[in-house]
Nanobody, 124 residues
Framework: VQLQASGGGLVQPGGSLRLSCSAS????????VGWFRQAPGKEREGVAC????????YYADSVKGRFTISRDNSKNTVYLQMNGLKPEDTGVYYC???WGMGYVCSTGSGFGSWGQGTQVTVSS
């Protein structure tokens, strides 16, 4: 079972995008869900995670104050609202859920059900 990320696109610096992560066949609210990105030639990095139960969140230092992760359980979807986008935010964004055996948001270790990702390009 995979997750589907959507909502990427081309945006100018300072602009906004909202990414969506949807699932079918299982309820996302019973899992921690993370957003991750990978730029060409760079390691995958965890951007934001929302944890199960209390919905606490994690953000990478590079996106704190600009990105917001949230859930809409009625739509079985997790969102990533990205404001104040910078060229260094460019990359393919993926969402994934935890496997219930421990996970690390900053690296994506312990996450699975990766989808194909959605491209985000920030450029003037």
């Amino acid at each position: 079972v995979q997750l589907q990320a959507s909502g990427g696109g081309l945006v100018q610096p300072g602009g906004s995008l909202r990414l969506s992560c949807s699932a079918s066949g299982f309820p996302l609210d019973t899992y921690a869900v993370g957003w991750f990105r990978q730029a060409p030639g760079k390691e995958r990095e965890g951007v934001a995670c929302i944890f199960r139960g209390d919905d606490m969140t994690y953000y990478a230092d590079s996106v704190k104050g600009r990105f917001t992760i949230s859930r809409d359980n009625s739509k079985n979807t997790v969102y990533l609202q990205m404001n104040g986008l910078k060229p260094e935010d460019t990359g393919v964004y993926y969402c994934a859920r935890d496997w219930g055996m421990g996970y690390v948001c900053s690296t994506g270790s312990g996450f699975g059900s990766w989808g194909q990702g959605t491209q985000v390009t920030v450029s003037s």
